[in-house]
Nanobody
Framework: QVQLVESGGGLVQPGGSLRLSCAATGGMFSIYDVGWYRQAPGKQRELVAA???????NYVDSVKGRFTISRRNAKKMVYLQMNSLKPEDTAVYYC?????WGQGTQVTVSP
């Protein structure tokens, strides 16, 4: 059974950057597809970025060119590098791996 812990969220000004991390324990990490989702207040959870095992990243249009998803299988880690952040990126961000969700990390983009 996979367990996940996200970190790296915080308050950042528009145009700033953050890197989210997701640490996984259990399961067969290297074979899983991985994803980052976000949920803003009053909105549905949406898939932001996904990385297939052995493949390249896929992104929702609103973050293309600004966010990059990556993984380090040896460390069982997934990352989301977020650049040029905008207020509309404000949300709780969750990683999803092997059928498991993390607890979420808050990202707030505000002057």
């Amino acid at each position: 059974q996979v367990q996940l812990v996200e970190s790296g969220g915080g308050l950042v000004q528009p145009g700033g950057s953050l890197r989210l991390s997701c640490a996984a324990t259990g399961g067969m990490f290297s074979i899983y597809d991985v994803g980052w989702y976000r949920q803003a207040p009053g909105k549905q959870r949406e898939l932001v970025a996904a990385l297939m095992s052995g493949g390249s990243g896929n992104y929702v249009d609103s973050v293309k060119g600004r966010f990059t998803i990556s993984r380090r299988n040896a460390k069982k880690m997934v990352y989301l590098q977020m650049n040029s952040l905008k207020p509309e990126d404000t949300a709780v961000y969750y990683c999803f791996i092997g059928g498991a969700w993390g607890q979420g990390t808050q990202v707030t983009v505000s002057p």
